[in-house]
RNA sequence: GGGCUCGUAGCUCAAUGGAUAGAGCAUCGGCCUUCUAAGCCGACGGUUUCGGGUUCGAAUCCCGACGGGCUCACCA
């Protein structure tokens, strides 16, 4: 459902000048034709009643509706009677194309059913591509998005920042703004002194694996892991990775060369990856790129005078320490007067029930909380350097954020605003979206606020783009799947569904492997972009000691998913590769008023409402929006098919079969149009045959 | 303890403050001699976690409780 108001509400209720509504959506023609009737009979401002008019939710009742509570309001008597008497002298409202009727205090406007076809299928067919606007014109956005770390594998988590990403990148364009995506590659950091450490240990028997052909990738995570391991173990190596990494730092020259090494490596990697996926950045300035532009930054912040001292290593560490033990010493306390209230006999079953409920969870978290105490114990450091980081106090509830380290050295935080100054000089964009993991909020927000402290105005354009997490991931439990894997599985799947499947199409070898890897990477693209973006996905199931990933959701290919949007498209496509010479689809000679059956009619107003929906999924930046729509459109265009057919049309009484056949061949290829280019936006392949 | 966030059908998720809360999966039953059955049609399935409040009208807004998740200082 759409609604005409302005986004903000304002203006609604006063006379002054209201919002321009956003123009394009096809029943805007009818909701100002509606409104200036109503205006006529009420007296009540057409810009005013323009608003109150919502799309109806039951095409049983109209295509449009009007609750009168507002508008009776406005008109001088408020309430439900009046309400009721308001619709009662609408329904004699004549509009033409427009049958009105009422239903209590809701009037309900229904549509002439060949002009809305007309509407529609015109602009799908005249625009191109369809949807697409320029609303956006002049503006940049600065998308960063994907943006892995070196030497780490590319795993599943990897893959939302990344489709999501693209899938924003996709609906800015179509918006007409200029957009920049951003690879901010993990390039730099204290794990290239681990990872050199590593190969000057392992270095020998590690190269000739690469050089037998196992992925760069790979060896390094091997490598990776095993070094932290040891430096769990020995404190000697995590001396020798810093010192390694201060060596790159001063541009010690066997430093860098193992650092160029395995970036180059794992970029070749990254890039076999971003082609399976069908991706690309218009920029890869990593955070190494920034090095040099560091100590600019640092006398921006010391000229600001935001930056104060915070605590030492020592008093952090206390005050965790405090927080630990008080935590659990309330937990041990709660758990002692849940036991005791256990021990009254005359309790009720249900109080009972619930008491011993929250007794076994008291009873299972404690073990845990004497450990982080007993941790936090630890971690204190025997005595007191009085050394002192710099940061900024953001008061209550967001902290101190450290910019530069006792050591003189810069954080994660002091690059993030670096790289904020380059790029809003570089591209002077209206807005840079972050599309990194919801549980770095707490990193982004104090760095924004940073920003607008020291006066940047464009600060306020920026905003962090959270998503969930793909929940149970451990590689312990060997739930942890790389992106690899799950995209060769896809593919299987895939491949296997379609030889089980009867078909009535016609595949060369090379055809039905193209058609798995499509069909593979749209499924797990679509699994990943069809809820809302910030919530979590559990994708491990079974018991506490068999966790295994639920391959059978993940790579789902029927109902909700990747597949069935493709194989809509594809039906679509097979429709007009098989219609006769000379009978290409075209708006020139169309009779509209033979589109009106339910189902062709439902499929046509669905594609009216591309635009809307990509205008709200850009004011969200929530590709969820366009992955429901799509999956209407998909439904829509089965049903369609299911219920009417194209090229033979079963004859009626008075009906030009011909025209009829010309028709739906049009609303076909219209039909395909705007599946197309919704694929397009969520970065999913539109299929010709499957 | 502070901050943030979520709670809707057995499961995964929808629903601009509007009318009878909708899909998919799962289960059960139909439909390939008609353009692709990775599809269509139907059945079953709900005290929207609980309690208050605001409103003509609340899954939606406010307050509280309960229950998940994330996060809270020198790793990026």
Redesign the pocket.
């Known amino acids: 459902?759409l609604?005409y108001?302005p986004a903000t509400g304002v203006g609604c209720c006063c006379v002054a000048d209201p919002e321009p509504r956003p123009r394009g959506e096809t029943v805007d023609v009818f909701v100002d034709r509606i409104a200036a009737a109503i205006s006529g009979k009420t007296g009540v401002a057409a810009s005013e009643v323009a608003p109150l008019i919502?799309t109806?939710?039951n095409p049983e009742?109209g295509d449009l509706?009007l609750?009168c509570?507002?508008l009776a309001g406005k008109a001088g008597t408020p309430?439900?009677d009046a309400a009721m008497a308001l619709a009662q002298t609408l329904v004699g409202l004549s509009i033409e194309e427009v049958e009105v009727s009422a239903?209590?205090?809701?009037v309900?406007f229904k549509l002439a059913p060949a002009a809305i076809a007309n509407d529609v299928l015109s602009r799908v067919w005249n625009q191109s591509p369809y949807g697409a606007s320029d609303e956006g014109a002049g503006q940049t956005v600065v998308i960063d998005f994907s943006s892995p770390?070196i030497a780490k594998p590319f795993h599943l988590g990897h893959l939302r920042s990344t489709v999501i990403g693209w899938s924003l990148r996709q609906i800015y364009r179509a918006l007409g703004y200029e957009v920049v995506g951003v690879n901010h590659l993990?390039d730099?950091?204290?794990?290239f002194g681990f990872m050199i450490t590593a190969w000057k240990r392992w270095g020998d028997e590690a190269m000739p694996r690469i050089e037998a052909g196992e992925r760069d990738v790979d060896v390094f995570v091997d490598l990776y892991v095993k070094i932290n391991e040891l430096a769990k173990k020995d404190p000697g190596v995590r001396e020798e990775a810093r010192s390694w990494f201060a060596k790159l730092e001063a541009g010690d020259e066997e430093a860098l060369k193992l650092w160029s090494f395995f970036v180059e490596r794992s970029k070749v990697e990254f890039q076999r990856i971003y082609d399976i996926l069908g991706i690309e950045h218009e920029s890869e300035r990593g955070?190494a790129f920034y090095n040099d532009k560091m100590p600019a930054t640092v006398e921006k912040l010391k000229a600001s005078g935001l930056l104060v001292e915070?605590?030492?290593?020592r008093e952090?560490a206390l005050s965790?320490l405090e927080?630990a033990e008080?935590?659990l010493e309330?937990s041990e306390l709660e758990l002692k007067q849940t036991e005791g209230k256990l021990a009254d006999e005359s309790l009720k079953d249900k109080a009972r029930k619930k008491l011993s409920k929250?007794q076994g969870?008291l009873q299972g978290e404690l073990p845990k909380l004497v450990k982080t105490v007993e941790r936090a114990r630890e971690a204190v450091p025997a005595d007191e350097d009085g050394?002192r980081?710099q940061?900024v106090d953001l008061g209550e509830?967001m902290?101190?954020a450290?910019l530069i380290?006792?050591n003189g050295?810069t954080?994660?935080t002091t690059?993030d605003v670096t790289a904020a100054y380059y790029r809003a000089e570089t591209y002077s964009p209206s807005k840079v979206l972050y599309v990194v993991g919801?549980?770095?909020?707490?990193?982004f927000l104090p760095w924004f606020k940073i920003l607008e402290a020291m006066g940047e105005t464009w600060a306020k354009g920026f905003s962090h783009i959270g998503f969930g997490k793909y929940k149970g991931m451990s590689t312990r439990q060997g739930t942890a799947v790389f992106l690899d894997e799950v995209l060769e599985k896809a593919r299987a799947r895939?491949a296997e569904?379609?030889a089980a499947?009867?078909?009535?199409?016609e595949l060369s070898e090379e055809e039905r492997e193209q058609?798995a890897q499509a069909?593979g990477t749209g499924a797990i693209k679509f699994f990943d972009l069809?809820?809302?973006r910030?919530?979590?996905?559990?994708i491990v199931v079974g018991p506490e000691d068999a966790r295994v990933i639920d391959w059978d959701r993940l790579l789902n290919?029927?109902?909700?998913s990747g597949?069935?949007l493709q194989?809509a498209h594809?039906?679509l496509?097979?429709?007009l590769a098989?219609a006769p010479e000379g009978s290409a689809p075209s708006l020139d000679a169309i009779d509209f008023e033979l589109l009106g059956e339910s189902e062709t009619l439902a499929l046509i107003k669905v594609m009216g409402e591309f635009l809307p929906k990509i205008r709200q999924a850009a004011e969200q930046n929530e590709p969820?929006v366009i992955s429901?729509y799509v999956l209407d459109l998909a439904?829509k265009t089965?049903?369609f098919?299911?219920?009417?057919?194209?090229?033979?049309p079963i004859p009626q009484e008075g009906v030009d079969t011909e025209a009829l056949a010309r028709a739906r061949l049009f609303l076909v290829a219209c039909s395909k149009k705007t599946i197309a280019e919704a694929l397009d936006l969520l970065g999913i392949e539109a299929l010709e045959?499957?």
């Open positions: 459902m609604s108001g919502q109806s939710n009742r509706a609750a509570f507002a309430g439900k239903a209590g205090p809701f309900n770390n993990g730099w950091g204290t794990q955070e915070g605590m030492t290593q952090t965790k927080r008080q935590k309330k929250r969870k050394l980081p940061g509830g902290g101190f450290i380290k006792v050295g954080t994660y690059r919801q549980d770095q909020r707490d990193h895939a569904a379609a499947a009867t078909k009535k199409v058609v069909i069809k809820a809302d910030q919530k979590d996905i559990d290919l029927k109902g909700d597949p069935y194989f594809a039906r496509a097979g429709i098989k969820s429901r439904a089965h049903q098919l299911a219920h009417q057919r194209v090229l033979t045959k499957m």
